[in-house]
């Protein structure tokens, strides 16, 4: 007598072996496998348009893991509005911010997204958003995040300096935290210009911050 679930192998059998591509129930535009095999400047640039920092040092099972993760949390553009709320490790993903009076500055600026990116020459002038790659100048020159005392506002830091004591202290200037300094960076939505070497080829302790609408940092 034929049992109801016998072990044959014709063609009403269920397939038992995981097709390729996604398999994350409910994400259906999130191919895990198409992920995979992007390459590691792909995952850390989609990571930062996506507003997740931090993704320098990991490798790229971390990377694929992480990106995954994030467009699970929130298919679409969700996350990136969301990440870091609070400001402190909150990135525009090292992108330009716009507006409407864009400084010539900006616009002739080597746009940097990541710290793996170097200047296409010594003395080139350099425009990032990006927490890691300003935070890495600054303690390249042994700068601290500060604020020019007199300038708070609402108990907030006002206008936004680095100091660098090695060559004295600047006066009025008062050490922030980190987290303080780019919460307020991004709050006004300022762009880092700087330089990383002289035309000589020398460090530069060049920067300025710069609002796309001409406020000054």
């Known amino acids: 007598m034929p049992t109801k679930n016998g072990s044959g192998r014709g063609s009403g059998s269920t397939a038992t072996t995981n097709p390729p591509g996604n ?7 999130i191919n895990e496998s198409e992920i995979a095999r992007l390459k590691v400047d792909e995952l850390r640039s989609r990571l930062r ?14 990377l694929v893991k992480a990106l995954v993760k994030s467009l699970r949390d929130a298919p679409g553009s969700a996350s990136g509005s969301r990440s870091g709320s609070s400001g402190g490790g909150r990135s525009s993903g090292g992108g330009v911010r716009k507006g409407s009076q864009n400084s010539k500055s900006i616009r002739y600026a080597q746009e940097v997204t990541s710290v793996d990116d170097e200047p296409e020459r010594p003395g080139r002038s350099l425009v990032t958003t990006d927490h890691d790659v300003i935070r890495r100048w600054a303690e390249a020159r042994r ?17 936004l300096r680095f100091d660098f004591p090695a060559n004295g202290r600047a006066d009025r200037l008062r050490e922030i935290s980190w987290e303080e300094w780019f919460r307020t960076f991004d709050e006004r939505r300022l762009n880092f210009i700087y330089q990383e ?21």
């Open 143 to 159: 700068g601290v995040p500060a604020t020019v005392d007199g300038t708070e506002h609402d108990g907030r830091a006002g206008v």
């Open 23 to 29: 398999q994350t129930p409910s994400t259906p535009d």
């Open 49 to 62: 348009d996506r507003g997740v920092t931090g993704t320098s040092d990991m490798h790229k099972p971390d």
């Open 197 to 217: 070497e002289r035309s000589d080829g020398r460090q530069s302790n060049f920067f300025r911050l710069e609002n796309p609408d001409r406020e000054d940092g």
